[in-house]
């Protein structure tokens, strides 16, 4: 993909160093260039054994965006009581604290107004049949399966996934899929 002339490219560190949080997004029209642009490089990180078990859903649909909005400010009721509990960390003053929380709140209480919303989604892996191990491995697999949908999906995230409700899209990406919601896919060998 050529580089768009419209945004500068940045060195690697200076991208680093200089990265902050936005949490005050503007309701611009999000150019299908960019979107393409920013999938096309999320595509691209690396992977373990290049599984690329990965999906990105991007929603236009503003009655599907307030949607999430809402789902994501009912999960920040979490966050914000977590937040309060540890209480302002040591390397930050209790002002800046105080900021990072409002910041935070903001994002929380406006999520669903974004132009647009790109939600990376876990497909699941799928793991070969006992009988196709060797003999030292197949032994352990059911322990190996069962650790590695308990480390996958917490269970507050699979109440999500089994919920009948539409409010309830989560992040499982099949569903939003069938909203006419258009996935990106990594392109096959990448």
């Known amino acids: 993909m050529t580089a768009d002339p419209t945004t500068p490219e940045i060195g690697l560190f200076e991208a680093i160093y200089s990265a902050r949080s936005i949490r005050r997004l503007k309701a611009d029209p999000v150019p299908e260039q960019l979107i393409t642009r920013i999938l096309d490089a999320a595509i691209r990180a690396p992977s373990g054994g290049n599984a690329q078990s990965w999906a990105f859903v991007v929603v236009r649909d503003p009655d599907l965006r307030h949607q999430l909005g809402a789902i994501y400010r009912k999960a920040s009721d ?100 069938d909203r006419q919601i258009r996935a990106a896919d990594p392109p096959s060998g990448s």
């Open 78 to 177: 979490i966050a914000e009581a977590i937040y309060a509990a540890r209480g302002c960390p040591p390397h930050l003053t209790e002002r800046q604290y105080a900021r990072l929380m409002a910041s935070g709140k903001y994002l929380w209480d406006h999520m669903g107004e974004a132009p647009v919303l790109v939600i990376p989604c876990s497909r699941r892996v799928a793991v070969p049949v006992r009988e196709a191990l060797p003999p030292d491995i197949a032994a352990r697999w059911q322990d190996e399966v069962a650790y590695a949908e308990r480390i996958r999906a917490p269970a507050s995230i699979r109440r999500y996934r089994t919920s009948s409700s539409p409010a309830d899209l989560g992040a499982d990406a099949d569903r939003l899929a």
